[in-house]
C-alpha cells in the first residue's frame, strides 16, 4: 500500500482561509515512513508569512461568517466532521500507519477517537452555558462564555488525530477559529482533517493548518500578537518556550507535557485482571504516549510472581511494520530510535533486565525499531525510573506499604496519570487523594481513550485540561455583566 493509495489531497500544499495554497517560501519537507525509512512524499515548509496569513485568515473568520454562527449551527457542522472522519476512518488510519509508524489495529483506533470527539464537542458546543450570580438587591448578574478569539493549537507527533481532535474540537465548539500546527514528523492526518473540514463546509479560516518546522512555523506562531490562546502538547522544553513567548503577548496557554505515569500494584488486587494492562498501559504506541505506565510499582508480596508474569508477556512482543499491525510498530523517526536507545543502553549497563521482546525478521534495518525492554528491581531515583524515555521501556519497582507507594509514585518531577491496582477501598481513595496527578485510574488504566474524562497534568507534566467539557472552559474566558434596574 503507498501513500498515494489513500491520499485525496496535495499534502504538499498548506490550508489557509478555505484554501489550499503552496507555502510561500516553497520549500517542502520530506515525509518518511518509519516502518521502512523510505521517503514516501513532502510536506510544505511553512515559513512566518504563512502563519501570519493564517491567523490573519482566522481573524476574519472571527469577524465573518464563523464568529457570528450560533452554537448549535457550529455544532452541527463539527458533526458533519466527524461523519466525514468516520467514512475516510480506514484511509485516515493508513495514512497515520505510513506517516507516523503506527499499528494499524492502533491508527484506526485513532481515526475512530477523532471522529468521537468530533461528535463530542458538536454535542456540548450548545451545552456551555454562562451562570446568573445572586448579587444585591436591583441588580442582576450573569456571566457570558465568550471564545478567546484566536487558537493556537501546536500537536505533537504521538497521536496525531487524537491529540487535534480534543484541540481543534473544543476550540470550534467554543466559538474560537483555529491555526493548527502539526508536528513535521507527523503532518499528513492534519492536512487530511483540513480537506474534511472544508468537505463539511466550516467557513472560510475557521480552521487552517499549516505544517512546516517547530523552530520556524512553531516559533512564529506561539510568539504571534494576533493568537489569544495557545494550546500545547509536546516536549516539557518546547512547553517551556511556548509559555514564554505566549508571556510575550500576555495570552493563556495549556500545556501538556510529558509524565512518567506510575501503575501501582498492591498485594490485595486481581492480578489475572491487572497483568494484560500492566504491560498494555506502556506498549501501546510503542510507549510514545505522554499517559505511558512507564513505572510498575509492586507491593513486595507480589512482587516476584508480577515480575514473573510481565516477563512472559515481554517476551510475546513484537515490534514490526505498521502496516502488519503487530504488538509495537517502529518509532517515529530516527533521532527518536537515538534516544530511547541511549536509555536501554544505559539500562543494559546499570540494571536487570527481566525481559525483552523481539524485533521481527521482517522488520527493516532502515526503520525505527526498538525492542520492547523489561528493567527489574530498579531503585526509584535510577535515570530510567525519573525520567521520560518515550519508548516502549519499563522498568520495576517494589515497594513495602501505602506511605512508601506513595513517595516513590509522587517522587518525579512530572505528575500526569497514575493506576492504582487493590481490592481495597479505603486505600483506592486515599491513594486518588494522594496521588499528585491530574487523572487517577482504579483498576484499570487508560479507560478507552477517555474522551469525555478531563485530562492534564501537575507539575512539568503541564497545566489546564482538555478533554472533556472541562477543555471547553480552557478555550473560553469569562464575561461578567452586572446590570443595575433597581
Ligand atoms: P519532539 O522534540 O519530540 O519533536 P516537541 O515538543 O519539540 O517534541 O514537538 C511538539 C510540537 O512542537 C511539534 O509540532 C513541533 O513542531 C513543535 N515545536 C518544536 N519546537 C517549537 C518551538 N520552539 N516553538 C513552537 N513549536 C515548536
Avoid at 516553497?26 to 515548509?45: C, F, H, K, L
Avoid at 530511547?340 to 525478521?361: C, H, N, P, Q, Y
Avoid at 525499531?369 to 528491581?377: G, N, S
Wanted: charged share 20%; hydrophobic share 40%; glycine share 12%.
Amino acid at each position: 500500500m503507498s501513500l498515494k493509495d489513500v491520499l485525496w489531497f496535495d499534502p504538499r500544499r498548506i490550508f489557509i482561509d478555505g484554501e489550499w495554497r503552496n507555502a510561500a517560501g516553497g520549500q517542502t519537507i520530506d515525509v518518511e515512513n518509519p516502518s521502512t525509512g523510505e521517503v514516501i512524499g513532502a510536506i510544505a515548509r511553512g515559513s512566518s508569512a504563512d502563519v501570519d496569513a493564517a491567523v490573519r485568515a482566522a481573524q476574519k473568520a472571527m469577524d465573518g461568517e464563523w464568529g457570528r454562527m450560533t452554537a448549535t449551527e457550529r455544532g452541527r457542522i463539527l458533526m458533519k466532521m466527524s461523519a466525514i472522519v468516520l467514512e475516510r476512518a480506514d484511509d485516515l488510519a493508513m495514512i497515520e500507519a505510513l506517516d507516523v509508524g503506527k499499528p494499524l489495529h492502533q491508527s484506526k483506533n485513532d481515526s475512530r477517537a477523532l471522529a468521537r470527539y468530533l461528535e463530542f464537542y458538536a454535542g456540548a458546543a450548545d451545552k456551555l452555558f454562562g451562570t446568573t450570580i445572586p448579587y444585591q438587591n436591583g441588580f442582576t448578574v450573569y456571566t457570558l462564555r465568550e471564545p478567546h478569539g484566536v487558537a493556537g493549537i501546536i500537536i505533537p507527533w504521538n497521536y496525531p488525530m487524537q491529540i487535534l481532535g480534543r484541540g481543534v474540537g473544543a476550540a470550534l465548539a467554543a466559538g474560537n477559529a483555529c491555526v493548527l500546527k502539526p508536528a513535521e514528523d507527523a503532518s499528513l492526518s492534519s492536512l487530511a482533517f483540513a480537506e474534511i473540514a472544508r468537505e463539511a463546509g466550516v467557513p472560510a479560516g475557521a480552521v487552517n493548518v499549516v505544517t512546516g518546522l517547530g523552530t520556524e512555523a512553531g516559533a512564529v506562531l506561539s510568539e504571534h500578537p494576533g493568537i489569544h490562546h495557545i494550546s500545547f502538547t509536546g516536549s516539557v522544553g518546547t512547553g517551556m518556550r511556548i509559555q514564554a513567548a505566549a508571556a510575550r503577548n500576555v495570552v493563556p496557554v495549556t500545556l501538556e507535557l510529558g509524565g512518567k505515569s506510575p501503575h501501582i500494584v498492591f498485594d490485595d488486587c486481581d492480578l489475572d485482571k491487572a497483568m494484560p494492562t500492566l504491560v498494555g498501559a506502556c506498549m501501546q504506541n510503542a510507549g510514545q504516549t505522554c499517559s505511558a505506565a512507564s513505572r510498575v510499582l509492586v507491593q513486595r508480596g507480589v512482587y516476584e510472581e508480577v515480575k514473573r508474569r510481565m516477563a512472559e508477556i515481554y517476551r510475546g512482543l513484537e515490534a514490526g511494520p505498521a502496516v502488519g499491525s503487530h504488538a509495537l510498530g517502529p518509532l517515529v523517526s530516527r533521532k527518536q530510535k537515538q534516544l530511547v536507545s541511549s536509555f536501554i543502553d544505559i539500562g543494559r549497563k546499570e540494571l536487570t533486565v527481566a525481559a525483552e521482546g523481539v524485533i521481527r525478521d521482517d522488520a527493516s534495518d532502515a526503520g525505527n525499531y526498538v525492542p520492547p525492554v523489561l528493567f527489574a528491581d530498579v531503585s526509584p531515583d535510577h535515570k530510567l525510573a525519573q525520567e521520560e524515555i518515550f519508548g516502549p521501556v519499563q522498568v520495576l519497582i517494589p515497594f513495602e506499604d501505602e506511605d512508601e507507594a506513595l513517595k516513590i509514585a509522587n517522587g518525579t518531577e512530572y505528575g500526569l496519570v497514575a493506576g492504582v491496582w487493590t481490592k481495597d477501598g479505603g486505600r483506592q481513595m486515599r491513594m486518588a487523594r494522594k496521588l499528585e496527578v491530574g487523572q487517577v485510574f482504579i483498576n484499570n488504566y487508560g479507560a478507552g481513550g477517555g474522551i469525555e474524562l478531563p485530562f492534564g497534568g501537575v507539575g512539568k507534566s503541564g497545566h489546564g485540561r482538555e478533554k472533556g467539557f472541562e477543555a471547553l472552559y480552557g478555550f473560553t474566558r469569562v464575561k461578567t455583566v452586572t446590570a443595575s434596574h433597581g
